[in-house]
């Protein structure tokens, strides 16, 4: 029986092939940072609040002015063919049907103009890295003209990034497999973000800008002054490197230098709903999930991805109820405790 998403990961692990189940799973750097997300949320403790009426709990919010179900986005990740053949288009149509937000990036293996189709009307963003001027400027108008939402920019990728410990041992290449979508065979070598660059595509583009893989509250401050409208603080699944703090340990100092000013998600080790409210106690707009949308695409497709939605959903709502807060829009810090206090 699928219950959790333990259970989820657990089938995904068993279908998918090793190599593709280990690409998904790894971390940089002995996976000391995919640990480290989900250690952070167990020394997370939430303190309930008694004698409040919670029949009705309210899941929904905003994100970037369009309402969402549910305060979880899926969030980018490329070569979605290696976990099932609908890939990104059955993300698409998943997070369509659950009301919330799945992003295009720019690595996929369908082209964003299918993706935004498959998404109906359902806001699609799109992610890009940096590629040179000319890429990024010619991928920014593809993405607006498609019907896109908003850019989601990754500043966490300064450099090609090398295959992980397990992919390296069993020389696993996984353009061999899938073809990418927006480009012809291999992408272009990836340069680290600059603010100019970043301050050129917020002046350029019509639709917001939301920057994702900020760890320091300065930094979110740079991108916020560059014109960001959204903030994803986010280590990158902890793939990129060991030694880097828990997405959600970085969550605080990055709400309080830039939540007046720019909406501030997370992402990074959510599992349970009960994860998903301690980040929107210490402030996050919303959260995302990169892992447990691949475990729900390798099982089940677009239902599967669903499905997986709908455990974190309910999840939410029961932990609301005993947390004694009736609206995910109420979390505050306030209903935080500290381990041991
Ligand atoms: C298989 C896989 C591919 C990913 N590809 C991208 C990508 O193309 N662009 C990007 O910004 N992040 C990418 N990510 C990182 C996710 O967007 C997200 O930051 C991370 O998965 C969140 O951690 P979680 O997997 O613990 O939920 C990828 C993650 C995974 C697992």
């Not at 969402?68 to 698409?92: D, K, M, N, R, W």
């Not at 109906?120 to 890295?129: H, K, S, T």
Request: aromatic share 4%; glycine share 8%; hydrophobic share 45%.
């Amino acid at each position: 029986m699928l219950l959790t998403l333990a259970d989820y990961e657990a089938e995904a692990t068993r279908i998918l092939a090793p190599e593709v189940a280990a690409f998904v799973a790894e971390g940089a750097g002995a996976s000391r940072a995919v640990r480290r997300n989900l250690e952070a949320f167990q020394r997370i403790v939430l303190s309930p609040r008694r004698f409040v009426d919670v029949e009705r709990i309210a899941t929904a919010t905003t994100v970037l002015g369009r309402e969402i179900s549910c305060p979880v986005l899926i969030a980018p990740t490329g070569l979605q063919q290696l976990a099932h053949p609908q890939g990104e288009l059955a993300t698409a149509r998943a997070a369509a049907r659950a009301g919330t937000v799945a992003p295009a990036a720019v690595l996929a293996t369908y082209p964003v103009e299918r993706i935004v189709d498959a998404a109906d009307a359902a806001p699609v963003w799109f992610q890009l890295y940096d590629y040179g001027r000319e890429n990024v400027d010619g991928l920014v108008s593809r993405a607006e003209t498609a019907g896109c939402a908003a850019i989601c920019v990754t500043v966490d990728v300064p450099r090609r990034t090398r295959m992980r410990e397990h992919g390296r041992r069993h020389d696993f290449r996984p353009t061999s497999r899938v073809t990418l979508a927006h480009f012809d065979g291999n992408a272009p070598d990836v340069r680290p973000v600059l603010l100019a660059t970043l301050e050129r595509i917020c002046a350029t583009t019509s639709l917001p800008v939301v920057v994702k893989g900020v760890l320091r509250a300065e930094d979110a401050a740079l991108a916020v002054g560059a014109g960001a409208a959204g903030i994803v603080v986010s280590n990158h699944g902890g793939r990129e490197s060991g030694s880097a703090p828990a997405a959600v340990d970085a969550l605080s100092e990055i709400v309080a230098e830039v939540g007046e000013r720019a909406e501030v998600y997370v992402d990074g080790g959510v599992r349970t709903g009960d994860d998903v409210v301690k980040a929107l106690a210490l402030g996050a707009r919303a959260v995302l999930i990169g892992r447990p949308s691949w475990w729900g695409l390798a099982v089940a497709g677009e239902q599967g991805v669903v499905d997986v939605l709908n455990i974190l959903r309910e999840e939410i709502i029961e932990t609301l109820a005993q947390l004694g807060c009736p609206d995910v829009r109420a979390l505050d810090r306030g209903y935080l405790r500290t381990e041991g206090a």
